[in-house]
C-alpha cells in the first residue's frame, strides 16, 4: 500500500552534513506521521525524529540528535528530510524511514511502513 525509499546516505567526515531524504508512494493519505531510526551494528534501533505529516507538522527529536538534526516534510512531493549537521561518529548507522498511519511515536512497533533503510557513515 505505501512503499518509502531512502537516499541521500553516504561516508562524511565528523563535523560534516548530510541531508537524507525518503520517497513515499502509493496510498500516502493515511499517513498520520513521519520518523527516522537508525541501527548500528551490535545495537538496537533507535528513533531519531519524527514529524506530523498532517495537520501542523510539528517534530520530536531524540536527545542525542536534537539541535544538530531536523527533520521536514515536502508534502507535495511525499518526501520527508533528516538534515544532519554536525556529524559525530557515533551517528554512524543505518538509517531507516518509517511512516504510521496512528501516532507520531518513538517506538518502531509503532510504524506501519519501512524503507530499506541508508548507511551513514562519520570517519573521525
Known amino acids: 500500500q505505501v512503499q518509502l525509499v531512502e537516499s541521500g546516505g553516504g561516508l562524511v567526515q565528523a563535523g560534516g552534513s548530510l541531508r537524507l531524504s525518503c520517497a513515499a508512494s502509493g496510498r500516502t493519505f493515511n499517513m498520520y506521521a513521519m520518523g527516522w531510526f537508525r541501527q548500528a551494528p551490535g545495537k538496537v534501533r533507535e528513533f531519531v525524529a519524527a514529524i506530523r505529516w498532517r495537520s501542523d507538522g510539528s517534530t520530536y527529536y531524540a536527545g542525542s540528535v536534537k539541535g544538530r538534526f531536523t527533520i521536514s516534510r515536502d508534502n507535495a512531493k511525499n518526501t520527508v528530510y533528516l538534515q544532519m549537521n554536525s556529524l559525530k561518529p557515533e551517528d554512524t548507522a543505518v538509517y531507516y524511514c518509517?511512516?504510521?498511519?496512528?501516532?507520531?511515536?518513538?517506538?518502531?512497533?509503532?510504524?506501519?511502513?519501512w524503507g530499506q533503510g541508508t548507511q551513514v557513515t562519520v570517519s573521525a
Open positions: 518509517a511512516g504510521s498511519e496512528t501516532t507520531m511515536g518513538t517506538r518502531s512497533y509503532e510504524y506501519h511502513y
